[in-house]
């Protein structure tokens, strides 16, 4: 059974830094690319990141490029999200998704999401 489970939301102050795990069981990080996406309360969710393991490439969104890194560890099956310098901006409940095969962009559409973890900045 493929499960996606998002941990390390919480709140910071606005230049701070948060790291977000997304632990997957059921598949193998080498067999399917895992993605970030965001969604802010009123806002249509946007896609943060990916991360290829079997390719060993990651892809941000501009909005995050420089300030947010997607990692994946094997041997935890575990995928990463590590984001500094927040803003308020990056308030958001934060999911992840499993792709459909081992490549970021095997489909629009993704197999199974998390259930997410809230992140909140304060100004």
């Known amino acids: 059974q493929v499960q996606l489970v998002e941990s390390g939301g919480g709140l910071v102050q606005s230049g701070g830094s948060l790291r977000l795990s997304c632990a997957a069981s059921g598949f193998t990080l080498d067999d399917y690319a895992i993605a970030w996406f965001r969604q802010a309360p009123g806002q249509e969710r946007e896609a943060v990141g990916c991360v290829s393991v079997s390719a060993n490439r990651t892809y941000y969104s501009d909005f995050v490029k420089g300030r947010f890194t997607i990692s994946g560890d094997n041997s935890k099956n575990t995928v990463y999200l590590q984001m500094n310098s927040l803003k308020p901006e990056d308030t958001a409940t934060y999911y992840c998704?499993?792709?459909?095969?081992?490549?970021?962009?095997?489909?629009?559409?993704?197999?199974?999401w998390g259930q997410g973890t809230q992140v909140t900045v304060s100004s």
């Open positions: 998704a499993q792709s459909r095969g081992p490549s970021c962009f095997e489909s629009a559409t993704f197999a199974s």
